[in-house]
């Protein structure tokens, strides 16, 4: 599986931006997604995810409310809408597929394939 992320960029605190991550295979439905983002100096930190078939979904409460993820498995693509954006939202944003989420979906480890990451930037 090859991820392949899109979108971000460099927005005013308050505005909206949108990410998308295109994944290869036939299997997408079979997985789930998430996106997790790093700041400079800090770790990498969970986002939100979305189950296989799209039902089920968690956010960070960092974004609860703020951020909105889908997914369209007739397109193999995940999306993140980011909305009321703040500059602490500034990092890189990656996506992620996993198998099975083994109770841990927050988890970087729970996920085995990841896209190259796109730059969010807010400014304040």
């Known amino acids: 599986v090859q991820l392949q992320a899109s979108g971000g960029g460099l927005v005013q605190a308050g505005g909206s931006l949108s990410a998308s991550c295109a994944a290869s295979g036939r299997t997408f439905s079979l997985l789930h997604m998430g996106w997790f983002r790093q700041a400079p100096g800090k770790e990498r930190e969970f986002v939100s995810t979305i189950s296989g078939s799209g039902i089920s979904s968690i956010y960070a409460d960092s974004v609860k409310g703020r951020f909105t993820i889908s997914r369209d498995n007739a397109k193999n693509t995940v999306y993140l809408q980011m909305n009321s954006l703040k500059p602490e939202d500034t990092a890189v944003y990656y996506c992620?597929?996993?198998?099975?989420?083994?109770?841990?979906?927050?988890?970087?480890?729970?996920?085995?394939?990841w896209g190259q990451g796109t730059l969010v930037t807010v400014s304040s």
């Open positions: 992620a597929a996993g198998w099975t989420y083994a109770g841990e979906p927050t988890m970087v480890k729970t996920y085995t394939y």
